[in-house]
């Protein structure tokens, strides 16, 4: 999927390792439009899963209520960094980052989710009056 074709809305994240195997689907909520980019996980005191923010590269936690884990990935969804950002945090930017996934602080080892995994995420299809491509 494009970064054009992302839309807000709900999916699952899959994490395959370097040697392939699997873990479990992992509910996912996309953030795809600036406002619901800028509001993220804010005024949140917690999450179910995962969010996914794209098109993003960097990312901030003034305002959070938890600490988080935070995945940077490239445009192929491998990831290139994995950061656990305490609350007040200004995090630097990733000159590869295309997309960033959000979880509570803990999850992403959990999942397996480290540098060199590669996500993959199938976003639900929402009844909007148009046609699946």
């Given at each position: ?6 839309r ?27 406002r619901a ?10 999450i ?24 940077y ?11 656990t950002?305490k ?47």
């Open positions: 999927m494009t970064m054009a074709q992302w807000n809305g709900k999916g699952t994240l899959t994490v395959t390792d370097a040697q392939g195997g699997r873990e479990p689907e992992i509910p996912l909520r996309i953030a795809a439009s600036y980019r800028s509001r993220g996980l804010l005024k949140q005191d917690g179910d899963g995962a969010l996914l923010i794209t098109p993003c590269g960097s990312v901030h936690t003034f305002g959070m209520r938890f600490t988080i884990d935070v995945a990935l490239d445009r192929k969804f491998r990831v290139i960094a994995v950061r950002m609350p007040g945090l200004l995090g630097l930017p990733r000159l590869r980052a295309r997309h960033v996934v959000e979880s509570e602080a803990g999850a992403m080892e959990k999942w397996g989710l480290r540098p060199g995994a590669r996500v993959r995420i199938v976003q639900e299809e929402t009844d909007r009056g148009q046609g699946a491509s």
